[in-house]
């Protein structure tokens, strides 16, 4: 069955099962490969990607569901032209092993989109949900911070 | 082995970059070199193996595992610091396995001594032995051992390799040496003139490599001072590419499934139902699993479920209270070990208290956040494999073997790693897509494990029990009798690597009981192993991560039964026994402001543990909130010696402790019908956002030698927590994960 997602901006066809989540269909399929596989059960975060500016786990988001425009850490920022939250998390050197980021900031991201000075209280509530086996949490509490402050002077 | 710029273009760079100049400085050299493995392709010349120069610029190898430690920027800082480069002006590459990337601080380590005892003569003699990794073709990532590796031997080939050039430029213009100053990959002439690294590199790989001195730490630019970490754009973009993201053209994506009953074999299986769904393109028998090859990971996941398959029991007993009885049996047999043995132990001084207490914590997986994955292609007998991995010659030895080819057929390429914490010493996954990739020559084939499938197959940081005895007078230790009981990671690693048995006291075993450096007049340590075949391995800490526990927890206990302030208890036996010990008590006394008194609905709790030749303090504060307990705040300070990179540094400790408190709080894998319970993050939770403290990290330098970081912040952490529950609480923890006797907060 072929379906059109519309990815980063660009349309892509895709010729899979209606059941198969997005996470596998952005990984295995069109090779954006920024998004990670942790757990299958949205326990982790580690798959967070936009959907209509919305963090959705996307191993839970079968093909068929995909219900608007699809944005993943691809199409947020490249290394050359971040955006404001990627330049957060470079200026406090926040990942470590950096398998979960990719997820962390997706979620970061809607969290300012939705809440631009998020209080630690805001932070723990929308942030819980993504995992990082490092440890790398106070940095990345001040990495939001520091992106809400940037993001309002602008 | 291939060219460094095949190896380049294959797998790093984008077009060609041609390696020019060749030398082989000195700083690898022990009594004859190990072979470069950056070998020449035509019109190329390598330099040594950690230092290349093209007309592009300057390729520095960090043949370290990347974990997240940073081990990429802090080893190039090395190197750059006297090879006279910028950080950014140089790419850094992690190179292939070679005996030549050898790690020299590995066997420094198994020396006998409780480690803070080392004057500079037995210093020496670990650095000496250390060399004995390159004949045994030691290159690997662990032990918290790189800095301690390449402090010296990267500064030593950065200097070369500048004096080798700077002569380079001397002969050219009729100057000195000594009369050129070199920066930023320049060399400059007292006239003015310059000349680039890239420019002199060929005529350099003429001349014969230039010994110098290091230069005194008040010359350095970069160690010492915080550099921006060079991977930290990519991951903070989504371009990291780790093992899962490894695409090559044809390649096609598979998962498996064997005995959860580790160690068991496989009857037989049907897969009538999965040949014939969608994407499936082959059912592999693995040996003791199957595994399905198909158009992506999910479907063959998905037809994974479909299999029926008949499992053989496990090697070891199936339950949970029968495995704790079989390890309990080890206490029966005499010691592996008894490593400290002061005074006399087996009278209870005069007029002294006496006391004793057990203690138990279980079986942990490693439960990185990239499950276990490799990628493999074997074509015109010659395999490739693509994984991250913290041991790659000896990967490449079992893929080899695997693949019935010499080691010489064999590359292997290290990707970062998403998390390493001692699973990625094991090679499991990589001979597995070895094996998958015989089935399907000339095609790459990508096979990655199922949360539940990683959970479920690891060498887990054993389930272990202690006896421990002690007695106080006077508010002092005066005796410290203890008995710890575990299967040992280190026998079980040497049958997997070279099917060898392991000899003489395991010393990893005991690291963290026998060596805490406190004074305690009696004081006898002894070790227990149990053969109980559950897989076992090496997990962040390894000994120390269960030791700390069992000692710092009764170190609390008797500090309480002798009426003294658990810290001052301890700062007493430090002062006496090493002052680097009582220096890092002392500091997270002043940082947590400890009176020895804690307001009603809050509790306080002290550990230290010296590891890795580096003591660590931490003070956990516990709150009540809301009728369940908040892990509220955490004061840490180390002493590393010489901080190479203190941003970095800091992040290991708070992350290190992170990982501890995840373990003690939540962390277990338990045992029914011989598998694994836990399968996935919903059975095998861990620090989150919400639940993870306000921390402040203290680096101190005072003490002489260079302590390791990765590792060190772990074992202090679950007995300072355990120990706060209890001034808390008034209950003690004997046992972990502390969810089953404590309302933490999830």
Known sequence: ?154 | MASIAKIARRTFLIGSAAIVGGVAFGAYYVSRPAPNPLQPGEGEAALNPFVLIDQNGVTLFAPRAEMGQGVKTSWAALIAEELDVELDQVRVLHGPAAAAYYNSAFIADGLPGRGYDSGNFKHAIGEMLGHLGKTLNLHGTGGSTSMKDGYKRMRLAGATARETLKQAAANRLGVERGQLTTAAGTVTAPDGTKLSYSDLALEAAKLDPIETELRPKSDWRLIGKSQPRLDMAAKASGTAEFGVDIRLPGMKFASLRMNPRQGGGMKGFDASAADTMPGVEQVVNMGAGVAVVARNTWLAMQALDAIEVDWEDAPYPPETDQVFAKIAEAFDDGPNSVLRDDGDADTLPEGATELAADYQVPYLAHATMEPMNATALLQDGRLTVWCGNQMPTYTQMKCAEEAGLESDQVDIRTTYLGGGFGRRVEFDYAVLATRLAKQMPGTPVQLTWSREEDMRHDMYRPGALARMRGAVKNGQAVLLDGKVAAASPVAQAMKRLADLPAAGPDKVHVEGFFNPPYAIPNFRMAGHLSDIQIPVGFWRSVGNSFNAFFVESFIDEMAHAAGTDPLEFRLDMARREWAPAAGVLEAVKEMSGWSGKTADGTGRGVAMCYSFGTPVAEVIEVTEEDGSIRISNAWIACDVGQAIDPSIIRAQMFGGMAYGLSAACFGEITFADGAAEQGNFPDYDAMRMHTMPNTQVQVLENQAHLGGVGEPGTPPAAPALANALFDLTGKRARRLPLMHDFDLMI
């Open chain 1, 1 to 154: 069955m072929s379906t059109d997602l519309r990815i980063n901006g660009k349309t892509h066809q895709v010729d899979l099962p209606d059941d198969v989540p997005l996470l596998w269909v952005l990984r295995d399929e069109v090779g954006l490969t920024g998004t990670k596989f942790g757990c299958g059960v949205a326990a982790c975060g580690a798959c967070t990607v936009h959907i209509d500016g919305e963090a959705v786990r996307s191993c839970q988001v079968a093909l068929s569901d995909v219900w608007g425009e699809v944005t993943t850490i691809e199409g947020l920022g490249t290394p050359d032209a971040m955006a404001a939250i990627q330049q957060a998390w470079v200026e406090h050197q926040v990942a470590q092993c950096g398998y979960c980021q990719s997820g962390q900031i997706m979620q970061a991201a809607s969290l300012l989109a939705e809440t631009p000075a998020p209080s630690d209280a805001e932070i723990d509530e929308a942030m819980q949900g993504n995992l990082c086996r490092c440890g790398t949490y106070p940095r990345i509490r001040a990495a939001i911070h520091s992106a809400a402050q940037k993001m309002q002077e602008a």
